[in-house]
């Protein structure tokens, strides 16, 4: 069977290289790239696969692309790993490695990784209009791969069965594949079992449940040890979502509870109400309701959020791809479009009882006895008044991601307000700001420079946040054309795209109608 490539690219992405190119973010050298893709730690790297077009720089021709990574901030990408031919496009999915040589794709000695993607049948397959689960495996690291002659090895005989992700489940007797998938339009997570990764057997489904208003698509499910007990452990299921999220458009869920091996049982208090009678349905009551439903990130561009497999230590740590379908494909970028987000670790910490996300960006290297990225100091303060007129910082300089910690204790103000890439009117730029009245976290970039590619582009979002003894506490990676703000050490976080204009580049930190004390600020680049 003929591929829809025609020449393999080995090529590593110029970090920093034109205007809006990040630096320590994934993006393709010259083509279009969304959701991540059989995320896996493998041979002292970090492998990133993801949905690409080889072709273009819009969305079509989808195969999965392939990059890797030392320490998740800088990649090399590799030629495209499983592409797209007449039959099929190769949607989302995930990565294994098969220890066990469960599949006999490799050996005991040398185990497989294992590609578990949907086919997405085009007219030429004799599965036209199904989406259906099929295997590919690589026995040299990732670097090639053969679809499997079975394939497809789990099919519902439906058009919108997608977005497999595949994790060795340790249960009562013995281990076995779980997968997760969903029926994206009737907002259904759907598991399944296989001794073997060819054979599946239907365990059970969860939802609809909170956000319903769009797809479901790219779920994810895995246990954490609550505030790292190991006699506490909870599941965490992702679900995300399109349109439908907070911010409007795609975004990405979550729920926590048990999985037993067999189902998935929600803890009441991740649920905003009984399933069909959610106040999510009624339009006057929607938005309150989305803002008590549990999200992963409460900005415009953080979607199909999924977890490595294998990650070293134990650690849970996840990638989203930092776009939102209601503009994707009109990012003012060429000849790449998109990049990923972050990488970052999620842990469940409990509040006020509940089992609760927190997320922290992964900003130096993970693997034990790596060096370490170097991070340079370029300002550092103790305590001070901060008051109206806005105190300058750094400005972010071309190449470099920028790092902005704060914690401040907000006193008499009613706003502190972060401005980045503004002018000194303040009548541009992007604010982050913190209302003390409302108690809300608000991004608002609707001045942040070019906005006018798409009518949706222009936003501000925000998200309810209690300051924990009074201190506002804030993480802030600003690289070229994004922001990612973790707030309360990574308990709220709000991601978002911009496309600053050159003759604002100026960054500030001002309280609002009153005076507030910083206790720290530091901020520094990361190359
Ligand atoms: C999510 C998604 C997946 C699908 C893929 C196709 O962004 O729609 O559900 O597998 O993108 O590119």
């Not at 307000?417 to 608002?444: H, M, P, W």
């Amino acid at each position: 069977m003929s591929s829809c490539l025609d020449a393999a690219r080995p090529e590593t992405a110029p970090a920093g290289t034109s205007r809006f190119r990040p630096a320590i973010h994934f993006s393709a050298r010259d083509t279009w790239l969304n959701d991540p893709n059989g995320l896996v730690f493998y041979g002292g790297l970090y492998h990133l696969f993801f949905q690409n077009n080889p072709y273009g720089n819009v969305w079509g021709n989808m195969s999965w692309g392939h990059a890797t990574s030392h320490d998740l901030l800088h990649w090399t990408q590799h030629p495209v790993a499983i592409a797209c031919d007449e039959t099929e496009d190769i949607f989302s999915g995930s990565v294994v490695v098969d220890h066990g040589n469960t599949s006999g794709f490799g050996t005991a000695d040398a185990p497989a990784l294992v590609a578990i993607y949907t086919s997405a049948y085009k007219s030429a397959s004799e599965h036209s209009g199904t989406q259906a689960q099929s295997l590919a495996y690589s026995t040299d690291a990732g670097m090639t791969w053969r679809k499997y002659d079975g394939n497809p090895v789990l099919t519902r005989n439906s058009a919108n069965f997608r977005d497999p992700k595949v994790f060795r489940y340790q249960g009562d007797q013995g281990a076995c594949w779980v997968m997760v998938a969903v029926e994206a339009q009737h907002q259904k997570v759907v598991f399944y079992r296989s001794e073997d990764l060819k054979s599946w057997h239907f365990l059970s489904d969860f939802g609809p449940a909170n956000a319903d208003g769009g797809e479901w698509e790219c779920p994810d499910l895995f246990p954490l040890a609550v505030d790292g007990d190991p006699d506490h452990i909870k599941w965490v299921l992702i679900v995300n979502i399109n349109p439908g999220a907070v911010a409007g458009g795609s975004g990405g869920q979550y729920f926590v509870g048990h999985f037993d091996g067999d189902r998935f049982i929600p803890d009441p208090d991740s649920l905003v109400a009984p399933a069909g009678v959610t106040s999510i349905h009624d339009p006057k009551t929607r938005s309150a309701a989305l803002q008590q439903c549990l999200w992963l990130d409460w900005g415009r561009d953080c979607y199909a959020s999924v977890s490595f497999s294998d990650a070293p230590d134990n650690r849970r740590i996840i990638i989203g791809w930092m776009n939102n379908w209601d503009y994707a494909n009109e990012l003012p970028t060429a000849p790449w479009r998109s990049s990923m987000t972050l990488a970052r670790e999620v842990r469940l910490t409990a509040v006020n009882g509940s089992a609760r996300l927190i997320q922290q960006p992964v900003l130096a290297g993970l693997c034990a006895g790596e060096e370490l990225t170097p991070v340079k100091d370029h300002m550092g303060a103790d305590s001070f008044e901060l008051r109206d007129s806005a105190l300058r910082l750094p400005e972010a300089v071309p190449g470099s991601a920028q790092i902005i910690e704060a914690e401040i204790l907000p006193g008499s103000a009613e706003r502190l307000e972060l401005r980045l890439f503004g002018s000194s009117d303040r009548s541009k730029g992007t604010v982050l700001s913190y209302n003390t009245t409302t108690a809300q976290l608000i991004l608002d970039r609707s001045q942040s420079g070019n906005t006018r590619f798409h009518e949706k582009f222009s936003s501000a979002e925000s998200a309810p946040l209690v300051l924990e003894d009074g201190v506002l506490k804030l993480l802030i990676v600003v690289d070229h054309c994004s922001v990612e703000a973790f707030a309360q050490d990574g308990r709220t976080v709000m991601t978002d795209l911009i496309f600053p204009e050159t003759e604002s580049p100026e960054n500030s930190l001002s309280a609002v109608g009153g005076s507030a004390t910083v206790l720290r600020l530091a901020v520094s680049t990361l190359t």
